[in-house]
C-alpha cells in the first residue's frame, strides 16, 4: 500500500510534551467536541438554537481541518491510497445498508 505523507519534522522526545502532542490533544479534543455538537442540534428544539449550535459547529469543524492541515504538513498525520476496488466494495456495501435501512 502506498503511503501518501510529508517529510515529519522532528520534534524533542521525553517526558515533556512537544508540538505534536499539543496538536495531537487538540486534533482529538475537536474532534470530540463536533460530535457533542452535532448531538445537541440534532436535540435542538426550536430553529434559532439549532442555527446558533450549526454556527459554531461548522467554526469548530474549520479549525480542526485547520490542525489536520498542520499535522500533515509535519509528517504527523499519514494517508495511505486505497485499492480502486476495494474502495468500490465499500461503496456497494454501504449503499446496500443504506438501501436496507430505507425498506
Known amino acids: 500500500m502506498e503511503k501518501i505523507e510529508n517529510p515529519e519534522t522532528k520534534v524533542l522526545k521525553g517526558m515533556e510534551l512537544n508540538?505534536?502532542?499539543?496538536?495531537?490533544?487538540?486534533?482529538?479534543?475537536l474532534k470530540d467536541?463536533?460530535?457533542?455538537?452535532?448531538?445537541a442540534m440534532t436535540e435542538a428544539s426550536n430553529e434559532y438554537l439549532y442555527k446558533q449550535l450549526e454556527e459554531v459547529f461548522l467554526q469548530i469543524a474549520d479549525f480542526q481541518r485547520e490542525v489536520y492541515e498542520v499535522m500533515f504538513q509535519n509528517g504527523w498525520y499519514k494517508?495511505?491510497?486505497?485499492?480502486?476496488?476495494?474502495?468500490?466494495n465499500?461503496?456497494?456495501?454501504?449503499?446496500?445498508?443504506?438501501?436496507?435501512?430505507?425498506?
Request: charged residues 30%; proline residues 0%.
Open 19 to 29: 508540538d505534536k502532542d499539543y496538536l495531537t490533544l487538540l486534533l482529538t479534543s
Open 33 to 39: 467536541i463536533e460530535k457533542n455538537y452535532v448531538i
Open 79 to 88: 494517508l495511505e491510497t486505497v485499492d480502486t476496488l476495494k474502495l468500490n
Open 90 to 103: 465499500k461503496l456497494e456495501t454501504l449503499n446496500q445498508e443504506l438501501s436496507d435501512l430505507k425498506n
